[in-house]
């Protein structure tokens, strides 16, 4: 399994939630082939964000079918509640939003003793001071470009300040992810600001050729 925790380069995460769920080993398989390097897992419990993706047994079934790392993202109210079970089924490394906890630091401790990788997240909406208490504790930051719920939105350029704000108290070691609306049109402001690792869904599982969407979305990085 390549983590992407070692990697210092710039990565391309697919996000599954624009994937057809009715094929789902096969549309893994094709991204892993063509190129992707890991999965971004979306978590949704229709309470903290107004739509229901999946679950612990989702994440089960395809555990078996890839050896990529799974990031799970989980956009519920109860995250300390579930990622037990986000865990147990094989996320490698689950995210929590800052909107859903009491304590960030102690959220974040609480998942590490799960033995995964950890990562705060925030909404568009969400002042950027809120994760700070917590960066000591995570892994990596994901500053979400749409406000979560759904694939397919238009990306946020007025987040992009966010991530020169992380980059100054991060660790060298750690990383940032971001999450929404990018696509090879919106991808190198990204890259500009000092993101790591792109979250790319419906720029990649909507696209005919996802071999050749994810060729595109590298090269426009490293242009
Ligand atoms: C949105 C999810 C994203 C989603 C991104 O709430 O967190 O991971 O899959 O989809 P696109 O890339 O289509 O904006
Ligand atoms: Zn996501």
């Not at 996000?15 to 094929?23: M, N, T, V």
Request: with cysteine; glycine share 8%.
């Amino acid at each position: 399994m390549n983590d992407p925790r070692k990697s210092s380069g710039q990565l391309i995460a697919a996000s599954i939630l624009s994937a057809d769920f009715a094929k789902l080993g096969a549309e893994i398989e094709e991204v892993r082939a063509g190129g992707a390097d890991f999965l971004h897992i979306d978590v949704m419990d229709g309470h903290f964000v107004p739509n229901i993706s999946l679950g612990p047994p989702v994440i089960e079934s395809i555990r078996p079918v890839t050896d990529m790392f799974f990031d799970a993202h989980l956009m519920i109210s109860e995250p300390l509640r579930y990622a037990p079970a986000i865990v147990k089924a094989g996320a490698q490394s689950v995210t929590f939003q800052v909107e859903t906890v009491d304590d960030p630091a102690q959220a974040a401790r609480e998942i590490r003793k799960l033995g995964c990788g950890v990562a705060i997240t925030l909404n568009p909406a969400t002042a950027v001071e809120k994760v700070f208490p917590a960066l000591d504790f995570v892994d990596f930051v994901l500053v979400m470009s749409v406000v979560p719920g759904f694939g397919g939105q238009k990306f946020m350029p007025q987040v992009l300040p966010k991530v020169r704000e992380l980059k100054k108290r991060l660790r060298p070691e750690q990383r940032i992810e971001m999450d929404g609306g990018i696509h090879a049109d919106t991808i190198a402001q990204a890259r500009d600001a000092g993101v790591d690792w792109f979250v790319v869904g419906s720029g990649i599982f909507d696209q005919p050729d996802r071999a050749g969407a994810i060729a595109e979305l590298r090269r426009k990085i490293t242009s």
